[in-house]
């Protein structure tokens, strides 16, 4: 099972001053496809939600992720996963992780394309947000 949670504060799009606050989330159920003691590939699928200021999306959601030892408690993990509709969302990251026990620290680059698909105002807006990442999961 993976749930993610995430939040966006972006400029607003109408030429007024603030921020509208954008908040995704998604919860899968997740399936090994190969599952080896140094490496494993998951098949993922389940739903998505984006929560932002005049509408709310619920839609499929499906992924897949990657992880690999490199040497002793040092991953390399990667993971794509896509919205189709109603709204559109394609989320992408590949990132080395540090094993601590249960608590995992990781760092790499995340690449997110949103796509409102006009339902908002009619326009389809699209906006797209890639960078570095530091994150801390738990695991058991």
């Known amino acids: 099972m ?3 949670l995430t939040g966006l504060g972006l400029p607003t799009d109408d030429g007024t001053s603030g921020s509208d606050s954008i908040t995704l989330t998604q919860s899968h159920l997740t399936w090994a496809l190969i599952s080896h003691e140094r490496a494993r590939l998951r098949a993922e699928a389940g739903v998505s939600t ?3 200021p005049d509408i709310t999306f619920v839609g499929p959601s499906f ?4 992880e690999a030892c490199i040497a002793g408690p040092l991953d390399l993990e990667a993971r794509l996963q896509v919205t ?3 709204y559109r969302q394609v ?11 249960a608590v995992v620290l990781r760092g790499g680059y995340r690449g997110m394309v949103l796509d409102d698909a006009g339902y908002v105002d009619g326009v389809s807006h699209v ?9 801390l999961g738990l695991t058991y």
Do not use: E, V, Y
């Open 2 to 4: 993976d749930l993610r």
């Open 50 to 52: 984006a929560h932002a």
């Open 63 to 66: 992924g897949a992720s990657l």
């Open 84 to 86: 189709p509709f109603p």
């Open 91 to 101: 989320d992408a990251n590949a990132a080395l992780a540090l094993k601590l026990g």
């Open 127 to 135: 906006d797209t947000f890639h960078g570095p990442f530091l994150g």
